[in-house]
Structure formats: C-alpha cells, structure tokens
C-alpha cells in the first residue's frame, strides 16, 4: 500500500536526477566554468533553492554528479558486454567488444568527466575526491573486459592488453573531442581487435 510520503520522495528524486543530469550536460557543453548551481538549476527547470537542499556546495553537486555518470557508464557497460557475450564469439566478439569499450569515451559522460579531471588537476581539494573515484572506476572497468573478452585476468599477458585496450580506448575517445573522428578510429578498432584477439589466444 502507498503511504502519504512517497508522492514527495519521488519527487525528490526524479528532482535529485534532473539535476544531476543537467550538471552532466552543462560539464560536457559549456564546460566547468559555466557549470554553476545557478545555471545547472535553471536547466533542470528548479528552483536554486530547491538544487541547494539537495547539493548545498557546487564540489557536492559535482561529486554527486561523477557517482551519477560511474554507475550509469556500469549499468550500460554490463548491458553491453552481455548483449555481445549473447551475439559474438571469435574474433568478432573480440572486436564487438574493442568497439563498446573505445565508443564508452566519446559519449556526453566522458567529455563532462574530462572537464572535472582537468580542473581537478589544479584543485587538490577536488582531486582528493575525484581520484579513488576514478580508480574505483578503473578497476570495476577492467574486471568488465575482461569478462566480456572471456580471459584469465591471472595471465600477466592477458592483464596488461586489456589495460591497454582500456588506455587506448580513452586515448581515441580524446582524439575525438574537438574534432569528428569516427572513420580514423573505426579503422583503428578494427585493426587493434584483430591484433589482440591474436596476442591473446596465442599459444603460452
């Protein structure tokens, strides 16, 4: 049976993801400066006040925002690799999974994440926050690929090409930032997951 209180919770958070969407999206088009608790409010059509009792200090709103994007990037992450796992196999499952790891860093999530990693850079208050975030993050990313790749992370080889996969996958991501890179990353993609699929099923 409902109670009186739960018209309001769901309010309260449908308000709480409206905004931390809008902080997403503000980071990712108009960058860190323009992300304001005034202007990230505005766009999720609350009031000020109402942004600030739910995130009273900009770095809480930001923080809030990161842990917003990480489970959202884990949620389509394990969607993704399951789908592949239900789809692929052999080489074709290697490159399926090349290509959702390498497009993860060319979605809204990664560029609003790249503007809060360089102001971190300069901010040591906010780095404190962001980096166990990031390594949380990198950790529960790596445990994916592999998984999704169907490897014995405890293989030395195995462990470092997914890192670099992973590392790779960010590097293109950046490539795509300023400019539209699609049909030189694709070619790399493939030719990366054909390169990969071999090292890692290679005799031991």
């Keep these: 049976m409902a109670t009186p209180h739960e018209p309001k919770q769901d309010r309260s958070r449908a308000t709480r993801q409206r905004l931390l969407?809008?902080?997403?999206?503000?980071l990712a088009e108009t960058g860190w400066a323009a992300a304001t608790v005034a202007v990230v409010a505005e766009r999720a059509g609350v009031s000020r006040g109402a942004a600030q009792h739910h995130f009273p200090t900009r770095e809480e709103l930001i923080t809030a925002a990161l842990d917003y994007m990480f489970d959202t990037r884990m949620a389509q992450s394990l969607a993704d690799a399951q789908a592949i796992g239900e789809v692929a196999e052999g080489q074709g499952r290697t490159e399926a999974v090349v290509t959702a790891l390498v497009?993860?860093?060319?979605?809204?999530?990664?560029?609003?994440?790249?503007?809060?990693?360089?102001?971190?850079?300069?901010?040591?208050?906010?780095?404190?926050?962001i980096v166990p975030m990031e390594a949380r993050f990198g950790r529960v990313s790596h445990r994916m690929a592999v998984e999704a790749l169907g490897v014995d992370d405890s293989d030395p080889v195995a462990h470092h090409l997914v890192q670099a996969t992973l590392d790779l996958a960010r590097g293109l991501g950046l490539a795509d930032i300023l400019t539209d890179d699609?049909?030189?990353?694709k070619e790399i993609v493939q030719q990366w997951a054909a390169t990969l699929h071999m090292a890692l099923h290679a005799p031991r």
């Design 21 to 26: 969407e809008a902080t997403i999206d503000c």
């Design 103 to 129: 497009e993860g860093y060319t979605t809204t999530f990664f560029k609003a994440a790249l503007q809060v990693w360089t102001h971190a850079a300069a901010d040591p208050a906010l780095r404190e926050r």
């Design 182 to 185: 699609s049909l030189r990353r």
